[in-house]
């Protein structure tokens, strides 16, 4: 074991137990022994075998991202940013998302490439969503971060042969049977030799889930002290569903299955009753959350694509509801997607005040870290992991520099980001990432976004081209046309 000490940084955001919230720490030390933080203040006098120098510098704790799709969203890029289904509540999950995924074989590439996104923005937790794979957690442990596997599993797969109906096919039994593969996974991951590696139970979407299959995941979570995640209030169309077979909305259903609790997280959680798209007077979501304990992991990027945002970030954090930050879709980028909760929460409250950075900063740290059940990671303090980024405060975009974090997150993005550290170990050195062969990676993508795009009639209900569903921005032509020529007056 070695001690690293970063010297006089400019800024530390550090975490102060007794505010329970960040401060700002002026000219302060950081202090780690192997994985551990073991001084954090002014003046560190103890040993130490490697010093960096901190000034120009602010240390940021690691971020923390619970609601990811690293193996099938970078596959999107240049297809998604457009559409949504105006007949289906103006989404994308039920008409294109299905027909635009990655085959199997490009799932390793497209995480690679995600986390290499994701550590360039300071991210040092990630919860991956996705389905099961062999190699997994090796590949997640390979690239340095600190990973939570949540092999998703559901009792039923969704459709739509028209465009404005959604078909669910039901296999109760594959479900059972996916869960327990799912439970076997996340077992094996909690004993990775890493020890960075842990698991989280996963019922993909509460519409396509059977009552039985969510208690049973509900109660396989607390059996094992980690948090279960399902998405909900993420659509119209699945609200509109769950109130059609059950005459309660989908927070009032999970409530009355026993499973809103301080151990479940709500992948969205949206639309509420009280959302302004929503008309459902006679319900209190709000105040069912709200007394529930249970955490929202919020994802702004996706929804703000197609008009849509939670309603609205203070209003959820100022009522206690523990808020968690996820990039749902690309680019993964953990700053960029701070900044646009803020924005969106804004925008949508027709008031300033409808997110401040603190907020949204706090979910992307200890809400995060709340949610995934991990209280030693997301914070600079003493017996904390060492997972934190090194800001280059010297950055061009992070000048005139009057306050630190609102500079990071509204002008620079990741641009800033220098070093980052996950567990002690250096994974990102000026702003390139160590642990990841992002070329080769990006290589395999680039071939698997094009075999995908090249069937995607054969999957279409309407039998569409990509150019008939995602064209180009601008037509592709061999040549322009030059103007005219100009008459000069007599």
């Given at each position: 074991?070695?001690?690293?000490?970063?010297?006089?940084?400019?800024?530390?955001?550090?975490?102060?137990?007794?505010?329970?919230?960040?401060?700002?720490?002026?000219?302060?030390?950081v202090a780690f022994r192997d994985n551990e933080f073991t001084f954090v203040g002014k003046g560190y006098a103890g040993p130490a075998d490697k010093e960096i120098s901190g000034r120009g510098l602010m240390v940021m704790p690691g971020l923390v991202n619970i609601h990811s799709h690293p193996s099938s969203e970078p596959g999107n890029k240049g297809l998604l940013e457009e559409l949504g289904s105006p007949r289906l509540g103006q989404s994308s999950l039920y008409e294109f998302m299905p027909i635009f995924r990655l085959d199997p074989e490009a799932a390793r590439a497209a995480t690679m490439v995600a986390m290499s996104e994701l550590l360039k923005s300071g991210v040092t937790t990630i919860a991956d969503l996705s389905g099961a794979r062999d190699g997994w957690a090796d590949d997640?442990?390979?690239?340095?971060?600190?990973?939570?596997?949540?092999?998703?599993?559901?009792?039923?797969?969704?459709?739509?042969?028209?465009?404005?109906?959604?078909?669910?096919?039901?296999?109760?039994?594959?479900?059972?049977?996916?869960?327990?593969?799912?439970?076997?996974?996340?077992?094996?991951?909690?004993?990775?030799?890493?020890?960075?590696?842990?698991?989280?139970?996963?019922?993909?979407?509460?519409?396509?889930?059977?009552?039985?299959?969510?208690?049973?995941?509900?109660?396989?979570?607390?059996?094992?002290?980690?948090?279960?995640?399902?998405?909900?209030?993420?659509?119209?169309?699945?609200?509109?569903?769950?109130?059609?077979?059950?005459?309660?909305?989908?927070?009032?259903?999970?409530?009355?299955?026993?499973?809103?609790?301080?151990?479940?997280?709500?992948?969205?959680g949206i639309f509420l009753n009280d959302h302004p798209w929503l008309h459902w007077p006679h319900g209190d979501d709000f105040g069912l959350l709200r007394d529930s304990g249970a955490s929202v992991a919020h994802c702004p990027t996706v929804f703000s694509r197609r008009g849509i945002a939670l309603n609205w970030v203070s209003r959820y954090a100022q009522a206690g509801i523990n808020l968690g930050l996820g990039t749902d879709t690309f680019p993964h980028n953990m700053?960029?997607?701070?900044?646009?909760?803020?924005?969106a929460a804004r925008i949508l409250k027709g008031d300033f005040k409808g997110a401040s950075t603190a907020e949204v900063f706090t979910a992307a740290t200890v809400g995060g870290a709340k949610a995934l059940k991990k209280p030693d990671i997301g914070r600079v303090a003493i017996g904390a992991k060492a997972d934190f980024s090194l800001v280059d405060l010297s950055h061009p975009y992070m000048q005139p520099l009057r306050e630190p974090l609102r500079s990071l997150i509204y002008s620079t993005s990741d641009r800033a980001i220098k070093d980052v550290y996950v567990d002690g170990q250096q994974v990102v050195k000026d702003g390139q990432v160590l642990?990841?062969?992002?070329?080769?990676?990006?290589?395999?993508?680039?071939?698997?976004?094009?075999?995908?795009?090249?069937?995607?009639?054969?999957?279409?209900?309407?039998?569409?081209?990509?150019?008939?569903m995602s064209p180009m921005v601008f037509p592709v032509q061999a040549t322009v046309s030059a103007p005219k020529p100009v008459s000069k007056s007599a």
């Open positions: 074991m070695q001690t690293t000490v970063i010297r006089n940084a400019d800024y530390v955001i550090a975490w102060d137990a007794a505010a329970g919230s960040h401060a700002y720490l002026e000219g302060a030390d997640l442990a390979s690239t340095g971060l600190r990973g939570v596997l949540c092999p998703m599993f559901r009792s039923a797969s969704w459709t739509t042969t028209n465009g404005h109906s959604v078909e669910y096919h039901w296999d109760e039994a594959a479900g059972k049977k996916a869960m327990q593969k799912a439970l076997d996974l996340i077992d094996a991951a909690a004993k990775h030799p890493s020890g960075r590696i842990s698991g989280m139970v996963g019922p993909s979407q509460i519409d396509t889930c059977t009552e039985e299959l969510i208690r049973d995941s509900y109660a396989a979570a607390q059996e094992r002290g980690i948090a279960m995640q399902i998405h909900a209030a993420q659509s119209v169309v699945e609200f509109n569903e769950i109130t059609r077979r059950h005459g309660k909305t989908p927070i009032e259903w999970l409530d009355s299955l026993g499973v809103l609790g301080p151990d479940a997280i709500i992948g969205h700053i960029d997607e701070m900044r646009m909760a803020c924005l642990t990841i062969d992002v070329e080769a990676a990006i290589d395999t993508l680039r071939a698997a976004q094009a075999r995908t795009v090249a069937t995607v009639s054969e999957r279409d209900w309407a039998k569409r081209q990509i150019e008939d």
